[in-house]
């Protein structure tokens, strides 16, 4: 009787060992799974930040590019833009219109004459830049209610290597051409080219239009190129870069 019962609680034990090892087995087989879905959700994580990341890194390079080396950007305060409606088109009929507007860039610019820039440069719309100078038509346009009155001005973002000696700016405004350079290395008045000098270091025009009434528009060409006929266009300008912009905002509503 006594051997029956031990062979019992032998068996007991081993039926009882038996599940225990299932357990443990179940529980390996669940762990694995467990682990194996942890390192895909890992890797899809890492890829998801790795995509992220190269789209900002992307962005910011963009970025950084035009703000350091673009070449000419337009805007108007977004607060006239939003109240009143005085924004900017690249073309006259406004059927797109926008509070900021840039330029293609032109690489590797190289010193021409003004005298070689075509006649009918103020003709087309949007940018036509040619091989060494930039070329950027748009449109100020009021589209609101209220008649109004704007300023302008051109400023010169950033400047490398003293670029900015040699340049030129043409502003056509409704056709009307005008042509800014920065004052003589002398300090004696301006280039025998140009029609006005930059109104300071920072500072190239500045326009303005009273009585701008709804639905009107006022056409600007800008136009940008190294003068090689000014005296300060030599070697140690080579490499330079410029970036100018031209802000817009209303003054006064009648």
């Keep these: 009787m006594a051997r029956k019962k031990k062979q019992a609680e032998l068996n007991q034990d081993a039926a009882e060992n038996r599940e225990e090892k299932m357990r443990d087995v179940a529980m390996l087989r669940r762990t694995a799974k467990e682990v194996k879905r942890h390192v895909v959700l890992t890797r899809v994580i890492a890829l998801l930040i790795g995509i992220l990341v190269a789209i900002l890194a992307i962005a910011y390079a963009i970025s950084y590019f035009y703000d350091k080396f673009g070449s000419f950007t337009v805007k108007v305060n977004k607060y006239d833009m939003a109240k009143q409606g005085l924004c900017l088109s690249e073309t006259p009929e406004y059927d797109h219109t926008v509070s900021r507007l840039n330029a293609d860039i032109v690489y590797d610019m190289t010193n021409i004459s003004g005298e070689d820039l075509p006649a009918n440069i103020d003709m087309v719309n949007g940018s036509h830049n ?7 038509t748009f449109y100020l346009i009021n589209s609101g209610s209220d008649t109004i009155s704007y300023e302008g001005e051109m400023v010169i973002e950033n400047v490398t290597k003293e670029v900015d000696e040699a340049i030129r700016v043409a502003i ?13 290395s002398s300090g004696q008045g301006k280039e025998k080219d140009c029609d006005a000098e930059f109104l300071s270091a920072s500072i190239v025009m500045r326009t303005n239009k009273e009585g701008f009434k709804p639905k009107d528009r006022d056409k600007y060409t800008v136009v940008i190129w190294l003068e090689g006929n000014d005296p300060d266009c030599i070697d140690k300008i080579i490499g330079g870069t410029i970036k100018f ?4 905002k209303i003054v006064e509503t009648t």
């Design 130 to 136: 040619g091989k060494n100078y930039i070329a950027y």
């Design 172 to 184: 056509y405004k409704n056709g009307e051409k005008t042509v800014y350079g920065k004052t003589k």
């Design 245 to 248: 912009s031209m802000l817009f």
